[in-house]
């Protein structure tokens, strides 16, 4: 058995719960909060069984797809904020974050 961990962007979270639903695979769905761009998350924790690993893999990678945003970064720390003038930056936002992990044991009551 596997525990899959996908860290997805909050955009992507009801298409890929649906598909997960539709494919028949049970999961729990944690808010979660990025630590670059300080944006919502959804993180997925996937229990399943070894043998379906990969399909379950397609559905997130059908499901989570990465797209531009600009982003105006933060100011300086520290410095004088007089003469920084925050441009936008282009950054690839999306997709999907998963961790693969063996299970020792699983209980369900």
């Known amino acids: 058995m596997k525990l899959v961990i996908a860290v997805v962007q909050d955009k992507d ?3 890929l ?3 997960l639903i539709k494919e028949g695979f049970r999961a729990t769905k944690l808010a979660s909060t ?3 761009l300080r944006a919502g998350n959804t993180t997925f924790m996937i229990g399943i069984e ?3 690993v990969q399909e379950v893999m397609v559905v997130i ?3 989570c ?3 531009e945003q600009l982003v105006t970064p933060v100011s300086p720390m520290g410095g004088t ?3 920084y003038i925050p441009f936008p930056v282009e950054v690839q936002v999306g997709g999907a974050a998963v961790f693969v992990m063996p299970v020792e044991r699983f209980e369900h009551y």
Do not use: I, P
Request: no cysteine; charged share 40%.
């Open 13 to 15: 979270s009801s298409r």
């Open 17 to 19: 719960s649906n598909a």
């Open 34 to 36: 990025g630590g670059f």
């Open 50 to 52: 070894d043998d379906r």
């Open 61 to 63: 990678k059908a499901n």
């Open 65 to 67: 797809k990465v797209r």
């Open 81 to 83: 904020t007089d003469s």
